[in-house]
Each structure stands twice: as structure tokens, then as C-alpha cells.
């Protein structure tokens, strides 16, 4: 606890007929508050709920050479450029759309479990692109969906529309 040392009397004076200042010492004992703030610590430590991080699950195919043979009608194909992304279904013909605008596209789709979705990105397209069609592929729930990067024969194809 703290303590207040009193001042001890002192006899005679000094020259000039002043009186020397009187001097109250004080001791502050500090294990309490150092107590308290280590009480705080761990109740702040103990109560807090850290948040899980949030991140995708993506399988991996087990082999690089294995390939799966898939319908047509089954494939919704979506190539993104810089600036802008072109999409199909099956055999239908290219449609240019922005990038968020692909998701009114996936929930014409989000009814169909088979449909699985070929992502092809530009090499120079922004990569928070293909992090936002991935975000809206899962609030469609489109689960099955193919990442790869976009051929220059492929470009070229969807750049002359």
C-alpha cells in the first residue's frame, strides 16, 4: 500500500533567516495495481473468442496425366480477359459480360448439381477477378468448378467478339 514518510523537525535556520523546505516522501507500493492489471490480462485472454479462419476447400485431381470425360451440356465455360469476361453454355455462343455481373449468370444455374463450371484467367486479368467468381460460384452453390489459365489460341478466339 502506499505510505506518506512525515518530515522530521529540524532545528535552527539557515542564513538569511529562510526556512529549508520541508520535503514529504512518498513510497507508492505498485504489487496492487500490478496485480490488478495482470488479473485483467487473463480475463481478457480466457474470454476472448478468436475468429476460425474462413478459407476454401479445394480437391486437388491425384495425378496430373488422369483426365475425365464430361458432356457438353454439362460445361458452363467462362473466360476472363483484364477487363472484361465472356461465358457459355454447352454450344451456345459467346456472351460478353463484367465480371461482376457473372453472377446473375450462376444463378440461372444454381439449380443444376451436374453443372460443372470451366474457369479460364488471363494471365494478366486482376487476380481479386477470379477471387470474387470463386466467392460467387460457392453463393450459387456451384461446387464443381475447374481453375486453369487461359491458352493465347483462346484469348484470340473470345477477343475478335
Known sequence: MGAVDAPQPRSGKKKGGKRAKRRVGIRIDMTPMV???FLLLIF?????VFRKP???EINLPPDNKSTVSVAQSKVLEIRVLP?????RNSADPWARAAVLDLA???EKYSSDAAKIVLVKVDR?????DMVSIIDELDLARLTRFSLQTLKPDEKKEVETL
Open 104 to 106: 446473375t449468370i450462376f
Open 44 to 48: 481478457f485472454m480466457v474470454t476472448t
Open 35 to 37: 496485480d490488478v492489471a
Open 54 to 56: 474462413q478459407a476454401l
Open 124 to 128: 494478366e486479368a486482376r487476380f481479386n
Open 83 to 87: 477487363d472484361r469476361a465472356y461465358w
